[in-house]
C-alpha cells in the first residue's frame, strides 16, 4: 500500500535519475507506463472514441478492420475501436476499486482479530470457509442472486478477495480485472448496455470463424492491461523487498 | 501420524461446515424474498408461492438449515427448478468431462512447469531464465478465455488442426479424446504451468544456495543427481502446496475453459444454472467443487509428512 513513495525516493527527479531506474527496473516502467496509457484511454475515452460505442448500423455489418473502423465493426454495425476504448473504463474502475476495498476491509478485520483475541478464532474459521470455496464460482452464485450492475459484480468480486489478508494490492487488482472479464464472458457480469472486453467478447464469440477482430482487440487489451499491473507489482515486490534485492544481486 | 490425520480431518470438516453454512445462507442474506429470487423477473405470485413450500422456505431458518443439511449428508443436493431433475444426478452426469479436462491439465502443467522452474533455477540470471520468468508473467496475464481464443483462432479456423470445439469420451475414442482436449488442456493450463514455475524457480533457488548441495557439488556429484534427489526434494513441498492451492485456479478455469470450448462438463451446468437461475445447482456445484478443493489440499497436508519429515503438527 506504502507502494509509491520508495519508488519516488529511488528515482530521483533528474532525467538521470530516472534513467538509471528505467535501466534497472526496465519492467516496470513499462508497466507503470502501459498502465498511464490505459487510464488516459479510460478518463477520455467519450473524447477519444471516433464513434458513439452504442451506435447501430446495420449497413456495416461485421467488417473487417479499414481506415474508417480501425478494429472493424461488430454484428450490429457498432465500431469496435470506438467499444474497446470504452471497455477500457469498467476494468480499471473494476479492478482499482476491488483493490482498494478488499484492502481496507482486509486491514480492518485483521487489525480487530489481532486485538480481540475471541473473535480472531471466528473470524478465522470464516476466511477458512471462504478460501475454500473458487473465487469464481462464489462471485457467480452472489451476482445470480441480484440484478447483474457494475456495482454487484464490484461486491461479488471483492467479496472473495478479502480472506488472504496479506495480498498484494497490485495482485488482487489484476485478479479483480481478469474475473470481471470472464464473469461478462460468461453472461452473468456487466450488464450488455456498458461495453466491457468480456461481454464483447461474449457477443463475438458467436462469429468466431467469420469475426476474429471481435475477439482479438478486446482480448489484447484486457491482457495487456493485466499484464502491466503485474508488471508493476513484479517490480514493486523486488524493489521493496530487501531480501529479494539481495538474492538477485547474488546470482 | 493417525493424530495428525485426525486433527486435519477435524479441521476440514469444520471448514466445509462454513462452507455450507455460507452457501445457505447466501440465498437468504441476499436482499429480497429468496422464493421471488429464485422464481426470477418474469413469475407470478402463485409462482413464488408454490416454489416457497417446495422448498420449505416457510419454515424457521435453523429448522430449514438442519432439514438441508441432513439431505446433503445423506447425499441428497435437492432438486433442479428448471428440469426438476435432481442434482446430485445431473451433477454426476458431467462429471466426466470436468474430470478428464481438470486431469489432463494438472499432469500438462506440471510435466512442463517444474523442468521449467528447475532450469531456471539453475541457470538463474541467464537469458533461459529470463525467457522463462517473462513466460510466466505473460501466462499469469492472459485470461484463461482470451488463449483459448487465441489457439481456436490459430489451430482450428487457420491451420484446421483441431477440432474448434465440443468433447469425446474416452470410451468412445481414445484418439479423438486427446484432440478434443487439446486446446482446452493448453489453454487452462498457461496460467497453472506460470504459478508452478514460479514457484519451482523461487523453492529450488532458496535450496541451490545451501551448503549440503555445495558439498555435494565438491565431492563430484553428476548435476541430474544434485537437482532431482538433493535439492527438488525439500523444494517440493513449497511446489505442492503452490499444486494445492492452485486447484481453487484450476476449478474456475475449468468453468470458463468449458464454456469456450462447448465441453458439456459441470462448468456448462454451472453457468446454464445462473442464466436460468437455478438455485439448486449452483449450490451444489459450490459445495462439490469446495469439497474437491478441501479434500486435495487435506490430502497434500498429510503428503508433506513423507516429503519433509521435519513436518509434524
Known sequence: MAAASPLESTSRPTTGGFRLFARRYPTVVAGVAILLVMVAIAVFAPWIAPEDPARINPRLRLRPPSAAHWFGTDHLGRDVFSRTLHGARVSLFVGFTVALTSTLIGLAIGLVSGFLRRIDAVVMRIMDGLMAIPAILLAIAMISLSRSSIRTVIVAITIPAIPPLVVQATYVCASAIIIEAILSFLGAGTPPDIPSWGNMMAEGRTYVLVGWWLLVFPGLFLSLVVLAVNLLGDGLRETLDPRLRRSARNL | ?313
Open chain 2, 1 to 313: 501420524m493417525l493424530g495428525l490425520i485426525l486433527r486435519r480431518l477435524g479441521s476440514t470438516a469444520i471448514v466445509m461446515t462454513v462452507v455450507a453454512l455460507f452457501v445457505f445462507g447466501m440465498l437468504h442474506l441476499a436482499p429480497g424474498d429468496p422464493a421471488a429470487i429464485i422464481a426470477g423477473d418474469i413469475a407470478t405470485q402463485e409462482d413464488i408461492a408454490r416454489i416457497r413450500a417446495k422448498l420449505g422456505l416457510d419454515r424457521p431458518l435453523v429448522e430449514q438449515f438442519v432439514v438441508w443439511l441432513g439431505h446433503i449428508l445423506t447425499g441428497d443436493l435437492g432438486r433442479s427448478i428448471f428440469s426438476d431433475r435432481p442434482v446430485a444426478e445431473l451433477i454426476a452426469q458431467r462429471m466426466e468431462p470436468s474430470l478428464a479436462l481438470a486431469t489432463t491439465t494438472m499432469i500438462f502443467s506440471v510435466l512442463v512447469a517444474v523442468p521449467l522452474g528447475i532450469l531456471a533455477a539453475w541457470r538463474a540470471g541467464s537469458w533461459v531464465d529470463r525467457l522463462v520468468m517473462s513466460f510466466a508473467v505473460l501466462g499469469f496475464s492472459v485470461p484463461v478465455f482470451v488463449f483459448a481464443y487465441v489457439l481456436i483462432l490459430l489451430f482450428a479456423v487457420n491451420l484446421k488442426w483441431l477440432p474448434v470445439m465440443g468433447y469425446v469420451s474416452f470410451r468412445e475414442d481414445v484418439g479423438g479424446f486427446l484432440k478434443s482436449l487439446a486446446m482446452p488442456t493448453l489453454a487452462l493450463g498457461v496460467t497453472y504451468v506460470a504459478l508452478i514455475a514460479r514457484i519451482t524457480r523461487a523453492a529450488m533457488l532458496e535450496v541451490i544456495h545451501q551448503d549440503y548441495i555445495r558439498t555435494a557439488h565438491a565431492k563430484g556429484l553428476a548435476l541430474a543427481p544434485i537437482l532431482l534427489r538433493h535439492a527438488l526434494k525439500p523444494a517440493s513441498v513449497p511446489i505442492v502446496t503452490t499444486i494445492g492451492i492452485g486447484v481453487a485456479l484450476l476449478i474456475g478455469g475449468v468453468v470458463v475453459t468449458e464454456s469456450v470450448f462447448a465441453i458439456p462438463g459441470l462448468g456448462r451446468l454451472t453457468v446454464d444454472a445462473i442464466l436460468r437461475r437455478d438455485y439448486p445447482i449452483i449450490q451444489g456445484v459450490i459445495l462439490i467443487f469446495s469439497g474437491v478443493y478441501v479434500l486435495i489440499n487435506l490430502v497434500i497436508d498429510i503428503v508433506y509428512t513423507f516429503l519433509d519429515p521435519r513436518i509434524r503438527y
